[in-house]
């Protein structure tokens, strides 16, 4: 396996890099801790009994631009 030197990359081949990294990885290459599985279930949970919430992104942005007039 080769090495390659990161600092002598240039910016747009450091973010290729990365990508190819993150692309490389699997859910099961990094299984979540005991913690992140129970935050995750309480909020599968949270959603089951209250369901979706949030504002619709037409209404964000609705908000966004009526604020920069």
């Given at each position: 396996m080769s090495t390659v030197d990161i600092a002598k990359l240039d910016p747009n081949e450091r973010l290729?890099?990365?990508e190819q990294l993150?692309?490389?990885l699997s859910p099961e290459a990094i299984p979540m801790t005991n913690a992140q599985t129970e935050e995750l279930d309480r909020r599968l949970d949270e959603l089951d009994r209250e369901g979706p919430v949030g504002i619709p992104w037409n209404e964000v942005l609705d908000r966004i631009r009526n604020r920069a007039l």
């Open positions: 290729e890099l990365l993150w692309d490389s």
